[in-house]
């Protein structure tokens, strides 16, 4: 089986200098594809060099709520640059999102949010969702986007919460926070889950899996984070595979 990490910081600078070597661990474990989100435009070469060079990775672009305060253009000079990178072979827009728990004002981040979907919305391609202590809000700013498809990563919440997403057409990103047995609400959730309705994801080198705390992440602690998933769910490695690997295929296109 050729396990896919749909979310994975290869470029961050705890992983950059051994991209390489995280990767042939990753792919010597089964982990034979990913996709490295752009969180700067400033970083956005750095996520395309390593699809290039990495064998199975994909690239996004993106402006990510924690880099919203860096830019010194304004959003409509990056949504023209935005465009660019999605003509040389991004595969989605993100990351992207709202975050309620960083020091930037709510109205900062959805005017950096908003063109962002209306840029995936134009093109028809999927986009890749930061959401924290923000559900509400960025539910609101999807309203009027009723064939935007994407991705919530990282999704950390109920069963009611997750459905409202997947009835707006998104997938679930779901990491090693499933590991972790203090997180009830959150496992309940994976566990009824419909399938095709999420994908794994490591989010390395954040969100370490159960055991593993206060270390650096890395895409081949994937197969440790389907395990959990597999268990909760009562399903075979082998269906928890099918049926994500579908829903990969649906939303970003044929992966090789």
């Known amino acids: 089986m050729h396990w896919f990490d749909s979310h994975c910081h290869l470029d961050l600078p705890e992983l950059h200098a051994q991209a390489h070597n995280h990767w042939a661990a ?3 474990a089964g982990v034979q594809r990913v996709l490295i989100p752009g969180v700067d435009p400033a970083q956005w070469a750095s ?6 060079q990495l064998p199975g990775a994909y690239w996004a672009a993106g402006v990510h709520p924690w880099w919203v305060g860096a830019q010194t253009q304004a959003p409509e000079m990056i949504m023209h640059r935005l465009r660019e990178a999605l003509t040389r072979g991004a595969i989605a827009v993100g990351e992207c999102g709202l975050d309620g728990a960083i020091d930037v004002p709510m109205g900062a981040q ?3 949010l908003r063109p962002q979907l209306e ?10 969702l930061h959401v924290h202590r923000a559900h509400n809000p960025i539910l609101a700013m999807l309203k009027p986007f009723p064939h935007l498809r994407g991705v919530v990563h990282g999704f950390s919440g109920s069963i ?3 459905l409202q997403y997947i009835k707006r057409g998104f997938l679930l990103g779901i990491g090693g926070v499933v590991s972790y047995p203090r ?3 959150t496992r309940a959730a994976v566990a009824a889950l419909p399938q095709g309705s999420f994908l794994l994801e490591t989010d390395a080198p954040s969100m370490p899996v159960f055991g593993s705390q206060g270390e650096i992440n890395t895409p081949s602690q994937l197969l440790k984070i389907a395990n959990s998933v597999a268990e909760l769910r009562g399903e075979s490695l082998a269906q928890l595979h099918a049926h994500t690997e579908r829903a990969a295929q649906e939303l970003f296109g044929p992966l090789s």
Not at 47 to 52: D, G, K, N, R, Y
Not at 119 to 128: E, S
């Open 26 to 28: 990753a792919r010597e």
């Open 47 to 52: 996520a395309e060099q390593l699809a290039v």
């Open 110 to 112: 959805q005017s950096w």
């Open 119 to 128: 840029v995936a919305a134009d093109l028809t391609l999927p986009v890749i």
């Open 160 to 162: 009611e919460l997750a």
């Open 183 to 185: 997180a009830s609400k």
